[in-house]
């Protein structure tokens, strides 16, 4: 008998093979970057609005990556255009498995078709001063081309820069590119600040921190970042009637960035007792809207959707915004409940028969701009609901005794 054995030496931060040594884990190192004042121009939450970034990224993604690398450049000589380009330019020993994150959010300008970043050195907003001192187009593309790394995600909380297509034709080995900007190049972005953020910034961190995890797999990927933003970003900015659309683009493949709590409930079976009602979220500093008694819930599949049903609520593991929601009557008698997310992905239409106490039918499809989902209740009920971040929690309130 011939026993043929392979022999590899591991630790606890990289696996050694023969040709070279590979980190179990990538790193991430990210460059946030906020000009608070340029000149006569002032952007007064550019400092809180860095640090709610990186802190957000830091946070969610610890678990992907070995370490986390975040330098901050948000104040005085920090942000003038050479020290943030020598601190980019730091970067070229990163390996090619890491990834990269830079965030900016500032004034910008363009000339002749061409991305300028203001920097606070940046002496006024004349096209002579704005050539001379801010960050261009052309030396942003040059230093980001330099950086290894092969997953790289650009923010700009400013109008649109199309560098990520002119990085993608220059990069040799053609790295995954994502870029999301606040506005397009003939926007300018909203000055309104909520809770002292910037409206993109608390969408990008919403995203981050798992609102974008659409599927569910408890990773939030560029392209899912990207639908997010560009989705909820032009709704958010809408309800202050100003029309601003992100501009985004995605070269190569999406790649994750953050991980996401996933809800991932055991049922409990229990025919003789009932066991005390427990809660399905975690503990938190306040007491869920409600619970679902886990031994007496009915556990089913929808499309890309996991339902969690019991004779007094509802869970349902959707991550999107809540567009609209409504209860009413049809005119079969039938007592319904619809809530509507947004989206621009396309669902398919799914009719599923319920053998629970408290629904008879769920139907999920594509409406309009949004997804709705529709759930037929057997008596006429009214409802609560709770949204956190494993999903959406629906209390059956008023039932017939």
Do not use: W
């Amino acid at each position: 008998m011939l026993f043929v054995i392979f022999a590899i030496a591991v630790n606890a931060k990289t696996l050694e093979t023969g040709e070279e040594k590979i980190d179990a884990k990538p790193n991430l190192y990210a460059v946030i970057v906020g000009i608070g004042k340029a000149n006569k121009l002032n952007l007064e939450y550019a400092v809180s609005d860095t640090l709610l970034f990186g802190r957000t990224l830091e946070r969610n993604s610890k678990s992907l990556f070995s370490k986390i690398n975040i330098i901050y450049l948000n104040e005085g000589d920090q942000t003038t255009k050479k020290h943030i380009l020598e601190k980019l330019n730091n970067l070229q020993a990163i390996s090619k498995s890491d990834l990269f994150v830079f965030y900016a959010t500032s004034f910008a300008k363009i000339i002749n078709e061409n991305y300028y970043m203001i920097t606070s050195n940046t002496k006024s907003m004349n096209d002579e001063e704005v050539l001379k001192s801010a960050l261009s187009q052309d030396d942003l593309i040059d230093v980001f081309e330099k950086i290894p790394a092969k997953n790289k995600l650009l923010l700009f909380d400013t109008c649109y820069p199309s560098i990520a297509i002119e990085l993608r034709h220059k990069s040799k080995d053609k790295s995954n590119i994502a870029t999301i900007s606040a506005s397009n190049s003939k926007q300018t972005a909203l000055k309104i600040h909520i809770n002292a953020h910037s409206v993109f910034v608390n969408v990008v961190t919403d995203a981050i921190a798992g609102e974008a995890d659409v599927d569910g797999d408890g990773v939030v990927k560029s392209s899912e970042l990207i639908d997010y933003v560009f989705n909820v970003a032009s709704l958010e900015t809408a309800k202050y009637d100003y029309k601003q659309i992100p501009a985004f683009y995605q070269a190569g493949e999406s790649f994750s960035i953050t991980s996401s709590k996933v809800f991932k409930p055991t049922i409990v079976a229990t025919a003789k007792t009932k066991s005390p009602k427990e809660s399905l979220v975690e503990p938190r500093t306040v007491e869920p809207l409600y619970e679902i008694v886990k031994h007496e819930a009915i556990e089913i599949s929808i499309g890309k959707l996991n339902f969690l049903i019991d004779d007094e609520s509802i869970f349902i593991d959707v991550k999107r915004k809540i567009k609209k929601h409504f209860n009413f009557t049809n005119d079969k008698g039938e007592n319904l409940i619809v809530f509507e997310f947004y989206t621009n992905r396309f669902m398919e239409h799914f009719v599923k028969e319920v053998d629970a106490d408290s629904v008879s039918q769920i139907k999920i499809g594509y409406h309009g701009d949004s997804f709705r989902v529709v759930i037929y209740l057997k008596t006429k009920t009214s409802y609560e609901y709770e949204v956190s971040t494993d999903g959406l929690f629906i209390k059956l309130v008023n039932k017939k005794q």
